[in-house]
Nanobody, 125 residues
Framework: QVQLVESGGGSVQAGGSLRLSCAAS????????MGWFRQAPGKELEGIAA????????LYATSVKGRFTISRDNAKNTMYLRMNNLKPEDTAMYYC??????????????????WGQGTQVTVSS
């Protein structure tokens, strides 16, 4: 099993920045790729960024491309999401998740096996 703990959420004004972290523990050698997802009240879960832990290949949703950057530090078993130029529509609960199989990166939630508890991001106008 893999345990994931997100941190770094908070409240910022539009145009501001935040960096989310996702620390993994447990059977970390099984991790193949990691992703960030978010869910706003009344909306569906949205995959926003994913990264392959071995190749570094990354993928972004159109809604965040150019503003968010996903990265990972394999030595620390930690994934990051740098969020710049935040907008009110970025307000959501943000979750990290991991896959233990597959050679691709995906923004669909189904392949992801373990999930964190989430960290809230609130952007005011």
């Amino acid at each position: 099993q893999v345990q994931l703990v997100e941190s770094g959420g908070g409240s910022v004004q539009a145009g501001g920045s935040l960096r989310l972290s996702c620390a993994a523990s447990g059977d970390v050698t099984s991790i193949v790729s990691m992703g960030w997802f978010r869910q706003a009240p009344g909306k569906e879960l949205e995959g926003i960024a994913a990264i392959h832990t071995h190749t570094g290949t990354s993928l972004y949703a159109t809604s965040v491309k150019g503003r968010f950057t996903i990265s990972r530090d394999n030595a620390k078993n930690t994934m990051y999401l740098r969020m710049n130029n935040l907008k009110p529509e970025d307000t959501a609960m943000y979750y990290c998740a991991i896959r233990s199989a597959g050679n691709d990166v995906s923004l669909y939630p189904q392949p992801y096996l373990y999930w964190g508890q989430g960290t809230q991001v609130t952007v005011s106008s």
